[in-house]
């Protein structure tokens, strides 16, 4: 790591545009180390096999129809540094020009801040899912952070096999809801773009973004759900282990995972999965997939909190 170069790269931070990303990716990468990613033709294969078999028993289970992403890649931190600043700067470069005047001062702080974040979320990220929203092809992608993941695995003192399996069994329920669901992607794309225009008007819609909250809770929700049953019987100690380390860490870590909003995402996975296993304990697991037919199929925030609400109204 070079603080030094990651400090330089942010006060050097230039052009018209609300965050410097070029300086954001080379802050983010000087301040991160890359971790090793010398792999044998043997661990390269694991990972291939744990996609294949985490397709193969959800399309089975869960009953759904979709295809791996043509894009799946075993990467190092630096590798998704590079794939999630480029989505950040697609994403919030749709912000109206009327906010790309900025003092060269507010320009580093938010360079830095991004900086900051995305160095933060390169050491944690084990795997990742990317529809690769406002993009202009069709394909999406799978990520594998092959240095957290060992390092996690370690540290949980789990097995590494079994535990790399489930990360990919998570990764690919993901791959299942947006191939099952077309619609998925371009609802997703039309929130964010609502909340964008919102901003660049200078104003704040909670409604926007509660609306995405309550597409997300549905999509880490079920993908815990089809992660956890397509696994196998024996996953209870991997969750319980990594829920632990989520909740401890020291005082920089918990204030990185609050300003950062993983808390949140935490409380998705969970109103999610209680949502979804209240619905198939109640009937079955075709009635929970019945959520990606159509985004009118998506349950409102009382039906996330009440399931029978929804499972009335799918019956109606």
Same mark, same amino acid.
């Given at each position: 790591m070079n603080f030094y170069r990651a400090v330089r790269a942010v006060a050097d931070a230039s052009g018209t545009e609300p965050i410097d990303w070029s300086a954001v990716t080379e802050s983010a990468k000087a301040g991160t180390?890359?971790?090793d990613l010398d792999l044998t033709p043997k661990e390269i294969e694991a990972y291939q096999n744990d996609v294949r078999v985490a397709r193969d028993r959800i399309r089975s289970m869960g009953g759904v129809a979709f295809d791996l992403p043509s894009t799946v890649e075993i990467q190092h931190r630096h590798h998704w540094i590079d794939a999630n600043a480029a989505?950040? @700067?697609?994403?919030?470069?749709?912000?109206?020009s009327e906010l790309n005047h900025l003092p060269g001062v507010v320009r580093a702080i938010n360079t830095g801040s991004m900086a900051v974040s995305m160095g933060f979320l390169a050491n944690n990220v084990l795997g990742q899912y990317d529809p690769l929203?406002?993009?202009t092809g069709d394909d999406h992608a799978l990520y594998f952070v092959h240095p957290n993941i060992e390092r996690i695995a370690r540290e949980l003192s789990v097995d590494r096999d079994r535990f790399?399996?489930?990360i990919a069994f998570h990764e690919v329920a993901h791959a299942a809801e947006f191939g099952g669901a077309p619609w998925l992607t371009d609802h997703l794309e039309g929130l964010i773009e609502e909340v964008i225009d919102t901003l660049s008007s200078g104003q704040f819609s909670r409604l926007d973004l509660d609306r995405i909250d309550?597409?997300?809770?549905?999509?880490e929700?079920?993908? @815990?759900?089809?992660m956890d049953r397509a696994f196998d019987a024996e996953y209870d100690d991997l969750r319980r282990k990594l829920d632990a380390r989520r909740r401890s860490g020291g005082l920089i870590t918990q204030l990185m995972r609050r300003l950062l909003g993983l808390g949140r995402k935490r409380?998705?996975?969970e109103r999610g999965k209680e949502f979804f296993d209240t619905v198939v304990d109640e009937r079955d697991l075709d009635t929970a997939g019945l959520v990606w037919e159509r985004k009118d199929n998506l349950p409102t925030e009382a039906e996330l909190d009440d399931p029978t609400l929804w499972l009335d109204r799918m019956a109606a």
């Open positions: 180390k890359p971790g989505t950040f @700067e697609r994403v919030l470069g749709e912000i109206d929203l406002l993009s790399r399996r489930w309550i597409t997300m809770t549905a999509v929700g079920y993908a @815990e759900l089809l409380r998705q996975y």
